[in-house]
């Protein structure tokens, strides 16, 4: 399999996190995106934050790049195909609210991805449910994925794609949505 471009999904608006950046909003003395980036640094040569024009980023480790998407529509599937599209081979993604994905989880879904067909899609699978902004998509699913409404959840879109599911534990796709759920990670993060 081509080794996938590394991509930090980080194109929504943050509501829930009262308006500020949520990627550059701190979580153990850092900025939250630079610890999916770290890890999506460790199994992937060229790691990059595809985002809207007008999103806040922080400053980006030394080598990463910003991919900016499409306006609109403001939906996930656009960041996946816009990412898709530009890299022109496979991409490993991962929310930008995720700070407990590791290398290791990662590496299983790049491993799965190995095992699948050319034109699969393998997406984590936690707490009984797919998890879509935590996987790896090969170009092959690009035809559902533009062909799919922006009105419909990015569950079902992928659940489309028929993936790969791996399973893993629901700790490790949590994701940061409001600020009680920063506090709760920073106290996570203090206690490991």
Do not use: Q
Request: glycine share 10%; with cysteine.
């Amino acid at each position: 399999m081509t080794v996938p471009t590394g991509v930090v999904l980080a194109g929504g608006l943050g509501r829930r996190m009262g308006g500020a950046s949520k990627p550059a909003a701190s979580l153990g003395g850092e900025p939250l995106v630079w610890r999916p980036l770290r890890a999506l640094g460790e199994v992937c040569p060229e790691v990059v934050v595809a985002c809207k024009a007008d999103t806040r980023l922080p400053s980006l480790p030394a080598g990463v790049a910003r991919w900016e998407e499409p306006d609109d529509p403001r939906h996930p599937l656009t960041g996946l195909i816009f990412a898709l599209e530009r890299a022109g081979r496979p991409v490993l993604v991962c929310a930008a609210d995720m700070p407990f994905v590791s290398a290791l989880v990662l590496r299983r879904l790049i491993g799965e991805g190995e095992k699948a067909g050319a034109g699969a899609a393998v997406v984590a699978f936690a707490g009984g449910r797919l998890e879509p902004l935590l996987g790896l998509y090969r170009p092959g699913c690009l035809a559902v994925l533009r062909e799919s409404s922006s009105n419909a959840r990015l569950t079902t879109i992928v659940e489309g794609l028929e993936p790969v599911l791996v399973a893993m534990d629901a700790a490790v796709t949590r994701s940061v949505n409001t600020p009680e759920e920063l506090r709760t990670a920073e106290a996570s993060l203090l206690s490991a």
